[in-house]
């Protein structure tokens, strides 16, 4: 069964780096999108994704983050300069057009770690 | 502006018991409502959807637009239901809204 794949599982960072996570969604999909778990809280939107733009994003998608499809099979967030409160778990998602409508496909999570 | 709630942070039950995961939504138009569960070592997953009116894993939930609520049910909870479960909240699929989760633990 086709999954969402997100690399790298785990990353330790210092401030102020640049960080970019990456994620190969279900490869018949056309809809992309980044969550993301600060420990113990919800999952929180960040920024959706369809027809190589932006569809939507929260608050919290600043101009430190951006999104990019590069090649047509990764799906890559980026986060310019890291700051202690970026530290979560980061979640792709995709979503198609066809079995059951509006479902979210999950990767398991990249999770950052800023020191 | 549109919050989900879920009241309890853990739910534990003993096996064969009923249970019911409350989930309550504030939201000016008509809402799709989804729960998601996540087993343990397990990604997120869609457990059901409110506009198919589907029952898995022998649970259901019902929209009710009065009280506001989307609370999910299970006659007889069993010990592989244990896990983190989530109601979510999408007006047009392009931003879903989750809640904090409950953990549910069903006992043997």
Redesign the interface.
């Given at each position: 069964e086709p999954e969402v794949t997100q690399t790298p599982s785990h990353q330790v960072t210092q401030m102020g780096q640049e960080v970019i996570l990456r994620c190969v969604p279900i490869s018949n999909h056309l809809y992309f999108y980044w969550y993301r778990q600060i420990l113990g809280q919800k999952v929180e939107f960040l920024v959706s994704f369809y027809n190589n733009e932006i569809s939507e994003k929260s608050e919290i998608f600043d101009d430190q983050f951006s999104v990019e499809r590069p090649d047509g099979s990764n799906f890559t967030l980026k986060i310019r300069s890291t700051k202690l409160e970026d530290s979560a778990m980061y979640f792709c998602a995709s979503r198609g057009t066809s079995g059951r409508y509006g479902e979210l496909f999950f990767g398991e999570g990249s999770r950052l770690t800023v020191l | 502006a549109q919050r989900v709630t879920q009241p309890e942070k853990l739910l534990s039950v003993f096996k064969g018991a009923p249970v019911e995961l409350k989930c309550n939504y504030s939201y000016s138009g008509s809402p799709?409502l989804?729960w998601?569960v996540q087993y343990s070592r397990q990604?997120?997953?869609?457990l059901l959807?409110h506009?198919?009116r589907e029952s898995i894993k022998g649970f259901t939930a019902d929209l009710n637009k009065g009280e506001t609520s989307f609370h999910l049910k299970k006659p007889f909870a069993q010990e592989e239901d244990s896990a983190m479960y989530?109601c979510a909240l999408?007006r047009n699929?392009?931003?879903?809204?989750?809640?904090?989760?409950t953990k549910l633990n069903v006992k043997p």
């Open positions: - | 799709e989804f998601y990604r997120l997953q869609l959807r506009i198919s989530y999408s699929f392009n931003k879903f809204y989750f809640g904090s989760g």
